[in-house]
């Protein structure tokens, strides 16, 4: 299993538990790095802790384009790491609140998971989606159109961030599909600031974009989330 991804395992679900850590006044730090200060100013540098109205101010704006995307120009849920479990059983180990056996090819019986994006929780994982916070074709549409297939089968199998690949429930997830925060915020109230957190993390992460009416609702959001912290991993 990747390394961060054990970090995430202990993380995460205090996270999603946690309803401190998803309301209005309390700290959400995002990625973990050990340089992370979370009592960092928004002078906080390649890596650092910002707060989240900080943190959006570093996003750049553009006007965004679909053309030409394709969801197979993204390629999901390799084994980087060669151990037999793929990115998507990775992310189920690493974020189990009752972690699930683990058999031969990395089959996963049993376990149990909280989707902080309903606040359920979910106890057989073919019930739950490992969601691009920042989804594929958004993710294209903001800059990865321009990236070669290898940078983008980085991303969408990205382990190094705790909160880029997030297990949800089926539901809310097929809802959201490729919508932005403009379009679609997790139905769970207490999921609202770290939703948010989670996004602007992805996006400053991976130097991608935001177009004018996303940008303006996460300072909406942002500004309901005074003690939400976004802590900067930039990607390799």
């Known amino acids: 299993m990747i390394a961060s991804r054990h970090l995430a395992a202990l993380v995460c679900p205090l996270l999603v538990l946690s309803a401190g850590a998803c309301t209005p006044g309390a ?16 002078s906080a540098g390649k890596n650092g802790s910002l707060r989240l109205t900080d943190a959006i101010d570093r996003l750049k704006m553009a006007r965004e384009d679909r053309a030409g995307y394709e969801r197979d120009k993204f390629r999901l849920w390799t084994d ?5 479990c793929d990115t998507r059983k990775e992310v189920l180990l690493a974020e189990a609140v009752k972690k699930p056996r683990q058999g031969r090819s990395c089959k996963l019986t049993g376990g149990s998971w909280r989707s902080y994006y309903d606040d359920k929780t979910v106890t057989d994982a073919r019930k739950l989606d490992i969601d691009h916070v920042v989804p594929l074709a958004e993710a294209w549409d903001s800059g990865a159109s321009k990236w070669t297939a290898q940078r983008r ?23 959201k599909g490729d919508k932005d925060p403009a379009e679609w915020m997790p139905p769970a109230k207490d999921a609202t600031c770290t939703y948010v957190a989670d996004w602007v993390s992805a996006k400053l992460r991976w130097k991608l974009t935001v177009d004018r009416a996303e940008q303006t609702k996460l300072q909406q959001v942002a500004a309901g989330c005074p003690g939400t912290k976004v802590t900067l991993t930039p990607a390799p």
């Not at 959400?28 to 928004?42: G, R, Y």
């Not at 089968?153 to 809802?175: F, I, K, M």
């Open 27 to 42: 700290s959400h730090e995002v990625a973990k790095s050990p340089s992370a200060d979370p009592s960092a100013s928004s």
């Open 80 to 84: 980087a790491d060669h151990d037999g």
């Open 153 to 175: 089968e980085q991303y969408a199998n990205d382990l190094g961030a705790e909160r880029t690949l997030v297990a949800v429930s089926l539901g809310p997830n097929r809802t």
